[in-house]
């Protein structure tokens, strides 16, 4: 019964609309994740959603997305990128158009990559990082060029060929480094301070061509600051002409290929030589002008009259001297004169004064000479007395003060008698010594054996101890300390 109805209801005829709505049902249950490459796409303005095509070898699916779910996203879909999807199969019935309800929606493989590094280079950008103002001009003539490449591919040779043939006074440091896989950017930045500290004026950092994947090295965040904190400037010449990486962005200088990237460094020959012509004729010009300035200020000097006619330079000074010697001759002769003149009436008094002072002086002297011989003699005898009265008082004093003293000194003398050793030996006393010299002044200074020296009145006794004994003042009796 229940297989019949089962027919039955499967052999009724349904409705557009109904049918529609038992597909749409069906397919809204279907949830899946696909990935597809975008072959169109339609974000008009005032849409509610956005609409795009995703396709691969053998099928194209239409899809849609709500706009609140793209713009929650962040990907700016374009064709041709690889993207992946999660949503479900869903029926637009008015049309009778199937389409795929997209939930979520990302960039898959190199467009995921793409995606990060446009977030990086627009972050180092609002950094500043890619200012150009920030970027330095390459030097002239650098002699040192550091070179950061695979030791291995054609770009470094492609450089090596092309700096010797245009500039081949540059010495070239090379920094041979992996350019692919994960740790290939800390090895360019390694390579970087190597060169840098090794005095590189100018770094290359240069590989060949490769997919996006190959040159992902360079889009490092850590080598994109390396390369704008460099004390010299830096120069890219990675892959091909259409690849761009943030080394580029960052760097100095970006060249299309590597083989740029030397020329840009390096000048051409042909420039170099017609510079250095340039400026040997223009050396020359300015050598023959300042020649013939020269020339011209030595013509004009020989013009002068003082260079015809040497006598112009001191013939004032000579017509002074003439003059003043004109003048000598007439006044000296006149000052001779009238000088001798002086002098002899200087004699003149001379000789009359000088006798009668010399006589005044003599009898000056005979004077003094006899008032001396009057007063001398009493002068000593009252000298001589005054001495010998000095001396009588000295020797009454003298005496007066020796007999105290004597008197003192008797008095210590007999009491150092008394308290001689030498006095107590005479009264017969002994003095007992060690072998050391040292005074035995108790039994516990010496011991059975030793040797001690007694001190007599008249000698030394030399003795050895056989025994002790102590003397207690107290009780007064003998103890055998032995």
């Not at 770094?203 to 704008?228: C, H, K, Q």
């Not at 892959?239 to 740029?260: C, K, L, N, W």
Request: glycine share 8%.
């Amino acid at each position: 019964m229940i297989r019949e109805e089962r027919e039955g209801t499967a052999s009724e005829a349904l409705s557009v609309s109904g049918a529609m709505a038992l597909a749409k049902g069906a397919l809204e249950g279907i949830v899946v994740r696909l990935v597809g490459e975008v072959s169109e796409v339609s974000n008009k303005p005032g849409y509610k959603a956005v609409y795009f095509t995703v396709k691969d070898e053998r099928a194209a699916l239409p899809c849609m997305m709500w706009n609140n779910r793209f713009n929650a996203a962040g990907v700016e879909l374009r064709v041709g990128q690889l993207v992946e999807l999660s949503g479900r199969f869903t029926l637009y019935a008015p049309k009778g158009r199937m389409n795929f309800d997209v939930f979520s929606l990302s960039l898959a493989g190199e467009g995921r990559l793409r995606q990060q590094v446009a977030e990086l280079a627009r972050r180092l950008k609002a950094e500043g990082l890619m200012d150009p103002a920030r970027k330095r001009s390459l030097p002239s003539y650098p002699l040192v060029v550091g070179l950061v490449t695979s030791p291995r591919g054609d770009a470094v040779h492609d450089v090596l060929r092309t700096l010797r043939r245009r500039f081949p006074l540059a010495r070239v440091l090379l920094a041979g480094v992996t350019v692919e896989g994960a740790t290939a950017a800390a090895g360019i930045v390694e390579a970087m301070r190597c060169v840098v500290e090794a005095g590189a004026e100018v770094v290359l950092i240069v590989r060949g061509g490769g997919t996006y994947e190959d040159l992902m090295p360079f889009n490092d965040e850590r080598l994109a600051r390396t390369i704008a904190r460099c004390p010299v400037p830096v120069v890219t010449g990675i892959g091909h002409e259409p690849d761009t990486s943030i080394a580029d962005m960052v760097a100095d200088v970006r060249a299309s290929t590597p083989t740029a990237a030397a020329e840009a460094v390096s000048p051409a020959r042909d420039d170099l030589e017609r510079r250095l012509v340039a400026r040997a004729r223009s050396l020359s010009v300015c050598a023959e002008r300042a020649l013939e300035r020269a020339v011209a200020d030595v013509r004009r000097c020989a013009t002068r009259p003082l260079f015809r006619d040497a006598h112009l330079l001191f013939a004032v000074e000579a017509q002074t001297l003439d003059l003043a010697a004109e003048r000598l001759a007439r006044v000296l002769p006149a000052n001779l004169e009238r000088d001798a003149a002086v002098v002899e009436r200087q004699r003149e008094r001379l000789a009359r004064t000088l006798p009668a002072s010399l006589e005044r002086d003599v009898a000056s002297v005979g004077r003094q000479r006899e008032r001396l011989a009057r007063t001398l003699p009493a002068a000593v005898g009252r000298a001589r007395d005054q001495a010998e009265r000095g001396r009588e008082r000295l020797v009454a004093c003298g005496g007066a003060l020796v007999g105290r003293f004597e008197r003192e000194t008797a008095v210590a003398a007999a009491r150092l008698h008394d308290l001689s050793p030498l006095a107590v030996l005479g009264r017969g006393y002994a003095v007992a010594r060690t072998s050391a010299g040292a005074v035995v002044k108790s039994v516990e200074a010496v011991a059975e054996g030793d040797e001690v020296n007694v001190s007599l009145s008249d000698g030394v006794l030399a003795c050895r101890v056989e025994a002790m004994r102590r003397i207690d003042t107290d009780i007064m009796e003998w103890k055998d300390l032995s």
